[in-house]
């Protein structure tokens, strides 16, 4: 049966993107894939950009990106969750893998070439990130990875790596395919500026457990339809990211009135506005319930989160016996 892996970094708040392009893939492919779904907190990851991280709040972050996950519907008795830096062997299957790959490939990266930019001195971590990566995704042996499709040229250099390393050491891993949720969407900010990102900062997003006065201080203040100037000027949702939003939170008839209405100036964007906090109150309120009983209740998302690791690390480790004795490392 085929195995599916993903991560998701602790840096920033969880937001809808996050939820609506990976959190909730999860929950689905969790009951479709049961054990054989494994899901991490990259928090090795999240290190590798000192200006994304923090010693003081990095722990904090993992934990509710966690409690996030579990907030959403993922269940732990169904799926393998844990704390990418408490099952070690990430870190030493990526060092050897590391080794393996030359640095013209990692320098080509668009995302490394993307973020060195932001940087006097490029740490070496943000350049050896997609080896790592590749790691994490070939220490379960997982031919699935849902992703994003910016993370396409990653998992192709992690297929790149394992035919490498079968070619030299004797066919261990398979080569994982990126699959992108069909229903995913690429959710602009809500400032207008491009898609949502947590390393936009908060005036970008709007996050899953934020409070819902904030958010509604965000939508309204968010830009629409420049053409509608007036109240009585007619619009186009297609040009208006509260209509993406309305795709995201209503319910069909409330999107086609949404749709037709704007046109014709029969609702303007205040009323518009107000309708899609209607439907983000709906979706939001039982997520943000269910964190509020976990935060009541810390013990249990720790307990998860340890369980989560044994488990990986039942995986890993017999994995990374077979990558030992293939490379040629003494065996005491």
């Not at 990266?109 to 994490?136: C, N, R, W």
Request: proline fraction near 7%.
């Amino acid at each position: 049966m085929s195995r599916v892996f993903s991560g998701i970094q602790p840096t920033g708040e969880p937001h809808i993107g996050n939820y609506f392009g990976a959190m909730r893939n999860y929950v689905r492919l969790g009951e479709q894939y049961g054990k054989n779904s494994i899901y991490c907190v990259v928090d090795l990851h999240a290190i590798t950009n000192p200006n994304a991280s923090n010693p003081q709040t990095l722990a904090q972050k993992t934990f509710e990106m966690a409690l996030a996950n579990f907030a959403v519907g993922l269940d732990p008795n169904k799926v393998i969750f844990f704390v990418q830096s408490q099952v070690p062997e990430h870190q030493e299957l990526g060092w050897i893998f590391t080794c393996l790959t030359p640095v013209g490939e990692l320098e080509r990266m668009t995302q490394y070439k993307d973020k060195a930019g932001q940087f006097e001195s490029i740490p070496s971590g943000l350049l050896m990130y997609p080896t790592l990566m590749a790691a994490d995704i070939l220490l379960y042996k997982a031919d699935t990875v849902p992703v994003g499709d910016d993370q396409d040229q990653h998992i192709e250099l992690t297929r790149e790596i394992a035919r490498k390393f079968n070619h030299n050491f004797g066919e261990t891993f398979p080569q994982p395919k990126a699959v992108h949720d069909p229903n995913a969407l690429r959710i602009p900010g809500v400032d207008g500026n491009g898609k949502m990102g947590k390393s936009k900062g908060p005036t970008s997003t709007i996050g899953i457990l934020e409070p819902l006065d904030s958010i509604w201080q965000k939508l309204r203040a968010a830009p629409t339809d420049p053409a509608r100037v007036r109240r009585t000027d007619p619009g186009n949702p297609d040009v208006c990211l509260i209509f993406d939003y309305h795709k995201l939170f209503s319910d069909l008839d409330t999107i086609q009135m949404v749709n037709v209405e704007c046109r014709r100036a029969g609702i303007g964007c205040v009323d518009c506005k107000k309708k899609l906090m209607e439907g983000v109150t709906e979706h939001l309120t039982p997520i943000q319930a269910r964190a509020e009983e976990l935060r009541a209740d810390p013990d249990w998302v720790r307990d998860a989160l340890r369980e989560g690791a044994k488990e990986a690390r039942a995986i890993a480790g017999p994995v990374m016996e077979e990558v030992r004795e293939k490379v040629g490392f003494l065996k005491l």
